[in-house]
């Protein structure tokens, strides 16, 4: 276990979201991992044991892996989960320490929102196009607007990972 701070714990309407949102990205993440190991158990059984393959389910189970990994990414930037050096950053003074936090935080916003943008696009498009998945009939504009909902989590959680002091290089978390 970590010493990184998480999302604040007092009592107030946003602690009360965070707390909920914390709970909804696990239960979320819990979910899809459980219907990936049913839809592919399913998957083989029927394949194996019926000779009756079921392609849904392997595309279905795709969607999920991705998903999950997309909000699970997005959890991750709550708690400063994702990579960096902090053996290079503890050589600056604290006020250098504290430039590269912002800094860092600053770059990160940015490539996630030009994400979302991407993702945007694609999902307008895909939902003016009408078109849908091959196998499971799932809308295209669906798949990508769970990417798009994950890139806004992720630039939110990175943002309260920074008030919250996780992305202070004394918070580093070290793997």
């Not at 929102?113 to 669906?142: C, D, F, K, N, Y």
Request: aromatic content about 10%; charged content about 10%; some cysteine.
């Amino acid at each position: 276990m970590s010493n990184t701070p998480t999302t604040d714990r007092s009592t107030g309407p946003w602690s009360r979201a965070g707390h909920w949102l914390d709970r909804a990205e696990f239960w979320f993440i819990a979910l899809s991992c459980a219907g990936i190991v049913v839809l592919v158990f399913a998957g083989v059984l029927s394949r194996f044991v019926f000779s009756q393959p079921m392609a849904w389910s392997e595309e279905l189970a795709r969607y999920l892996f991705l998903w999950a990994a997309l909000v699970g990414a997005a959890a991750g930037c709550r708690n400063n989960q994702h990579g960096g050096i902090p053996l290079l950053v503890h050589k600056f003074p604290p006020g250098g320490q504290r430039f590269v936090e912002v800094l860092v935080t600053v770059l990160v916003i940015t490539v996630l929102v030009v994400l979302a943008w991407q993702s945007l696009g694609s999902t307008r498009q895909a939902l003016e196009s009408g078109q849908t998945s091959l196998a499971s009939g799932i809308p295209v504009w669906v798949i990508n607007g769970i990417a798009l909902v994950a890139y806004a989590l992720a630039i939110l959680r990175t943002a309260q990972g920074f008030k919250a002091g996780a992305y202070h290089p004394r918070n580093a978390v070290a793997e």
